[in-house]
């Protein structure tokens, strides 16, 4: 899966007419499938971040779009 698809997937899951928590649902599985794929380290790493300046972008993009509750 190519970060043009993971984008394409982003935008059907926030344009859909999914409740937000189906939607914040989705939006961590898609997260999780990045993080297989990328090699996402757990703990931020500077120089990993630096290599992969476009898939860190859009990992951070499609976390601040989920709404986690208390």
């Known amino acids: 899966m190519t970060l043009s698809d993971i984008n394409k997937r982003y935008k059907e899951i926030m344009f859909s007419d999914e409740s937000q ?3 914040t649902t989705k939006l961590s599985r898609l997260m ?3 993080e297989g794929q ?10 990993w971040e630096k290599e ?3 898939v ?6 499609i976390s601040k779009s989920r709404v986690l509750s208390d």
């Not at 990328?38 to 120089?47: H, K, T």
């Open 38 to 47: 990328f090699s996402i380290p757990m703990l931020r790493d500077e120089e």
């Open 32 to 34: 999780t499938e990045m």
């Open 52 to 54: 992969n300046r476009k």
């Open 21 to 23: 928590q189906v939607k």
């Open 56 to 61: 860190i972008a859009l990992y951070r993009k």
